[in-house]
Nanobody, 122 residues
Framework: QVQLVESGGGLVQAGGSLRLSCVASGGIFRLNTIRWYRQAPGKQRDLIASITSGGNVTDVDSVKGRFIISRDDAKNTMYLEMNSLKPEDTAVYYC????????????????WGQGTQVTVSS
């Protein structure tokens, strides 16, 4: 089974930057659409950005112009570069990927990373 492992979270001051990474591993597979979500304390998990296998990007207004989603398919890795961070960006960030698992008969499924905490101090 393919797994996603996230890294890059931490504590940063308002106005600072962080880059989150999410690496897929385990078997032979292809990544389709990749998404980043975040969940603030006491709130639901919200989609903030996505990128298709063809490189088409969508993101929500609250992060537009500050966050950049990207992918490196040669490394099976996806990134979320976060700039001009605000205290309201504090949340646990999750990557999510649609997988075509060649080792499982071309089964298609979605998987989540374990989440990484981002805390922005004012």
């Amino acid at each position: 089974q393919v797994q996603l492992v996230e890294s890059g979270g931490g504590l940063v001051q308002a106005g600072g930057s962080l880059r989150l990474s999410c690496v897929a591993s385990g078997g032979i597979f292809r990544l389709n659409t990749i998404r980043w979500y975040r969940q603030a304390p006491g709130k639901q998990r919200d989609l903030i950005a996505s990128i298709t296998s063809g490189g088409n990007v969508t993101d929500v207004d609250s992060v537009k112009g500050r966050f950049i989603i990207s992918r490196d398919d040669a490394k099976n890795t996806m990134y979320l570069e976060m700039n001009s961070l605000k205290p309201e960006d504090t949340a646990v960030y999750y990557c999510n990927a649609e997988i075509v698992d060649y080792g499982a008969g071309f089964k298609v499924y979605k998987i989540w990373g374990q989440g990484t905490q981002v805390t922005v101090s004012s």
